[in-house]
C-alpha cells in the first residue's frame, strides 16, 4: 500500500522532479503522476504552485543551518551553506532573494543568525544581513548560469575561454582596453571557490570596518 499522502511528500516529489529536471518541470500534474493521484487531490494539502514552491525553498533551508562562534564565522557559514544547498538543487538560485521566506525551517536559520548578530546595534543587524544574502545569491546565480550554459553549449570554461582567445587578442591589441588587458593576461585565474570566498571576505571586512567605529 503506498504511503498516504502529505504536505511533505508532495513537496519531496517536487524537489526530486526539479532537481532532475529543473523548475520547468514542476507542475501540480506532474507532481501528481509522480505520487500516483490525481492533481486535485493536491488541493486537500497546498494551495497551489506558488505555495508549492515557497515550501520547497523552506525544505531547502533545513541544509541551510549557519554555525560557528561569533557573527563573522557564522555569516560565513550562512553563505557556505546557502551555496552549498544551490548547488545540490540548482533550481534554489532562480528562487532566492525577494520577500523574505517565513517558513519553520527559514525562520530558524534566520534565528540562528541574527542570535549571532546580538552584540551589534539592532539596527545594523538586518542590513548586515541582506549584505551577505545579496553577495551570496549574485555570487551563485553568475556559479548556476556558467553551469547550465557548459550543458547547453558542451563547452567547459576553459574551452570556451580558449574559442575567444583570438578575438581578444586581436581586440586587445587595439590598444582600447589597457586595463582589461593587463588584469585578463596577468592576474591569476581563480576557480569559483576561491573566487568566492574572496569576495566573501570582502564583503565580511567591510561589514567588520563598519561595526568597529
Known amino acids: 500500500m503506498p504511503a498516504p499522502l502529505s504536505r511533505e511528500r508532495i513537496v519531496r516529489a517536487a524537489i526530486q522532479l526539479a532537481d532532475a529536471d529543473g523548475l520547468d518541470a514542476v507542475s501540480l500534474r506532474k507532481v501528481a503522476t509522480a505520487l500516483d493521484v490525481r492533481p486535485m487531490r493536491l488541493y486537500g494539502y497546498i494551495g497551489g504552485k506558488e505555495e508549492l514552491l515557497d515550501l520547497m525553498v523552506d525544505a531547502a533551508h533545513a541544509e541551510i543551518r549557519p554555525v560557528g ?3 563573522r564565522e557564522v555569516l560565513r557559514s550562512l553563505a557556505e551553506t546557502t551555496r552549498q544547498a544551490a548547488h545540490e538543487h540548482e533550481w534554489l538560485a532562480d528562487l532566492l532573494g525577494g520577500r523574505p521566506q517565513l517558513g519553520p525551517h527559514a525562520l530558524a536559520t534566520g ?11 539592532v539596527d545594523a543587524i538586518m542590513p548586515v544581513v541582506a549584505a551577505v544574502n545579496a553577495y551570496v ?14 550543458r547547453a553549449t558542451g563547452m567547459d570554461e576553459k574551452r570556451w575561454q580558449a574559442s575567444l582567445g583570438p578575438y581578444l587578442e586581436r581586440t586587445f591589441a587595439t590598444g582600447r582596453f589597457p586595463a582589461l588587458a593587463t588584469v585578463v593576461r596577468d592576474a591569476a585565474h581563480l576557480d569559483a571557490d576561491h573566487t568566492f570566498r574572496i ?10 570596518a563598519r561595526i568597529s567605529r
Open 69 to 71: 562562534d561569533g557573527w
Open 111 to 121: 534565528e540562528a543568525v541574527v542570535a549571532a548578530l546580538d552584540d551589534l546595534d
Open 137 to 150: 545569491i549574485g555570487a551563485v546565480r553568475r556559479e548556476i548560469a556558467e553551469r547550465r550554459a557548459e
Open 199 to 208: 569576495g566573501l571576505d570582502c564583503v565580511l571586512d567591510g561589514i567588520e
